[in-house]
């Protein structure tokens, strides 16, 4: 054995001492999104936000061309003001809004999902931002985001910690 305090590392951990190397060097921000949606966000001033109804999280518009309410949606609205953008609101059914998603064309979902969402295959959830207590059982909230554009994943989620302290 050599010097105290001195340790054989293996394979894996010198792949992956070069692996953080290299992305250091490259100056690659993580998290990231392939499809630079935060940046698109940032850079369009517009948040594409799809509402499915579930009050009080969310609510229909009173009026036909009206904009959705309930606590989802000022959540959602606050957090586009802090990114320099609008929330632009599309009002349809889980299912719906869940293959805009997909699709690249909604960038967050609300609706009073929760953490055990059947979505959660298809979305990526944020980590639970509320607790309610629904038929006797405890239900954690979340919303959702495209999946795989991890950097708007994590800001929502950072955003979402500092609402609820």
């Known amino acids: 054995m050599g010097a105290v305090g001195h340790r054989r590392r293996g394979p894996s951990a010198v792949v992956a001492m070069l692996a953080s190397t290299v992305v250091a060097g490259c100056g690659l921000q993580i998290p990231t999104d392939p499809d ?4 698109q966000v940032r850079a369009t001033g517009e948040l594409r936000v ?4 579930h009050p009080p999280f969310t609510t229909l518009p009173p009026a036909p061309g009206g904009e959705p309410g309930g606590d989802e949606v000022v959540l959602v609205r606050r957090f586009a003001e802090e990114q320099g953008a609008e ?26 999902l929760s953490s055990r969402s059947p979505w959660s295959t298809k979305v990526a959830l944020t980590r639970p931002y509320t607790r309610t207590q629904e038929e006797g059982r405890t239900v954690k909230h979340v919303m959702a985001v495209v999946r795989g554009e991890n950097a708007l994943l994590s800001e929502l989620e950072r955003f979402l910690d500092e609402e609820s302290s």
């Open 36 to 39: 630079r949606t935060l940046a």
């Open 50 to 53: 799809g509402v499915s109804p």
């Open 87 to 112: 929330a632009l609101f599309v009002v349809d059914g889980e299912e719906a809004l869940v293959t805009l998603l997909e699709r690249g064309e909604l960038d967050v979902m609300v609706g009073g």
